[in-house]
């Protein structure tokens, strides 16, 4: 089993920065990949960014390059650096942890709110 503990959401203006972090902790494997999905009131969820943990990032097209996820293999732990917020990035955020063996696990969420 993996847990992942998730922090950082909130409330913010449009145009303001957030930044999420997940850490991974319990019977975790050398290979992985860690991200974040969202999902928006009424839509379905959508991988958002994710990073291996050798540090490849992978992103959603329509994130126009103002998000940033990073990682720390010492701590197992991934971040998601979320600049110029929009109204539309409005949604829960939820951490992810996939490796080998197949199974994911989820973080319990984290609403990140951007008010215009």
């Known amino acids: 089993q993996v847990q992942l503990v998730e922090s950082g959401g909130g409330l913010v203006n449009t145009g303001g920065s957030l930044t999420l972090s997940c850490a991974a902790s319990?019977?975790?494997?050398?290979?992985?990949?860690m991200g974040w999905y969202r999902q928006a009131l009424g839509k379905q969820r959508e991988l958002v960014a994710s990073i291996t943990r050798g540090g490849e990032p992978a992103y959603l097209d329509s994130i126009e390059g103002r998000f940033t996820i990073s990682n720390d293999r010492t701590k197992n732990t991934v971040y998601l650096r979320m600049n110029s917020l929009k109204a539309e990035d409005t949604a829960v955020y939820y951490c992810y942890f996939w490796d080998v063996r197949g199974t994911t696990f989820w973080g319990q969420g984290t609403q990140v709110t951007v008010s215009s």
């Open positions: 319990g019977n975790i494997f050398s290979t992985y990949v």
